[in-house]
């Protein structure tokens, strides 16, 4: 597979390469066969592809072969100018239809490579997206609320009757009975489990120090289940508080950073912690006309594999895992309560690098969440 070649240097110590995969909008570069030379983090995540998959291949494998972008590029490289059209449909099976604006402008050299970028609004996908992750988590309140209900009463019945049987049984059929004590008691764990999504009281909130949870949560996870992984961190140290619950944001974020160390290489694991200010950032509050501000942005990465690409759809829906005893409801759990503290969580995820995003509200002067 074709790798992008090497970039030359500017101003001494600038790199162009860097600079494309820093930009927040979606940027590739095409040769004069079709195939692509360059593909940012932001066009990965447009397209839902990495680029070690797509490196080398043609464009026609992302979009159709009538798609209008192949005139766009073609009309760039007749002209040698840059060419500029609105309201573009781009449409695949993986993605969906989007209406985006394109810009294809000739890199000059080589001569026959086009600089392809995609304008769309990204924070509004990941509002979307957000929207997205609430419905699932909802689905996971009623269905707890269900199995509360008609599930564990029922189940404390087939214990009992078991435990009768039991009294009486033959050797070989207690083992019987006990597995069926077992499994109750296991299904009644689980229930137990999903009992905290149908929580519907109002969130207690107050000026949270972020960093004070994200070393809390460093310091549970370096003297357990994350003792042999290298922490990095990189924090803002002028940020706000949040305007949240501590208890609440110790189990979201300790619940992404142990899914991060159980993605970490067993040599070499890395477990990236930061934070930054983010201007611009709102999302709307159910059931009024305010808007709540989501300036501060809380990432965690790791150094693993990454997401399987069939589950990334479908992320924070419950029961989904990659975990060969996962339950999968922890994600579902992360989603529930970042969209209690109406807050935003979205990744992005390519082979060894996987960071998952939490965008959430600060307080104002006055302890409470900053409008517009």
């Known amino acids: ?139 996971v309140v009623a269905m707890a609320a269900m199995l509360a209900h008609e599930v564990k009463n029922p189940l404390s019945g087939i214990r009992g009757a078991a435990q009768l049987l039991e009294e009486n049984a033959s050797e070989d059929d207690q083992i019987l009975t006990r597995l069926i004590c077992d499994e109750a008691d296991r299904i009644v764990a689980l229930v137990d489990r999903m009992e905290v999504f149908t929580d519907g009281r109002p969130l207690e909130r107050q000026a949270v120090n972020i960093h004070a949870v994200l070393e809390h949560v460093r310091r549970i996870a370096q003297t357990g289940f994350a003792r042999h992984i290298r922490f990095i961190e990189k924090y803002d140290p002028s940020l706000p508080p949040v305007l949240g619950n501590r208890d609440q944001l110790v189990q979201v974020f300790l619940n992404l950073v142990k899914n991060a160390a159980e993605a970490c290489p067993e040599q070499g694991g890395e477990i990236l912690l930061t934070t930054a200010y983010q201007h611009g950032v709102r999302l ?60 935003v969580i979205d990744f992005e995820s390519v082979p060894k690098r996987t960071i998952f995003k939490v965008s959430l509200p600060v307080t104002d002067q006055n302890g409470h969440g900053e409008g517009a």
């Open 284 to 343: 709307a509050v159910s059931g009024s006309d305010s808007r709540m501000q989501l300036p501060l942005l809380v990432c965690v990465g790791d150094n693993g594999p990454g997401i399987p690409e069939d589950i990334r759809a479908n992320l924070f829906d419950p029961f989904v895992t990659t975990k060969m005893n996962g339950t999968g409801l922890g994600l579902a759990l992360v989603a529930k309560i970042i969209g209690d503290h109406g807050g």
């Open 1 to 139: 597979m074709a790798r992008t070649p090497p970039a030359r240097r500017i101003g001494g110590d600038i790199d162009p390469t860097s600079i494309l995969a820093a930009l927040p909008d979606p940027v590739m570069v095409v040769d004069g066969d079709g195939l692509i030379r360059f593909i940012n983090l932001e066009a990965q995540e447009f397209f839902d592809v990495s680029a070690t998959r797509v490196l080398g291949t043609k464009l026609t494998e992302l979009i159709p072969e009538d798609s209008p972008v192949l005139g766009l590029l073609e009309q760039a490289r007749i002209t040698h100018a840059t060419v500029c059209e609105y309201g573009v449909q781009v449409e695949t099976a993986r993605i969906g239809p989007h209406s985006v604006t394109m810009q294809a402008a000739p890199l000059g050299d080589p001569p026959d490579q086009v600089v392809l970028t995609i304008h769309e609004r990204s924070i509004a996908r990941r509002i979307d997206k957000q929207l997205n992750h609430r419905g699932a988590a909802r689905s």
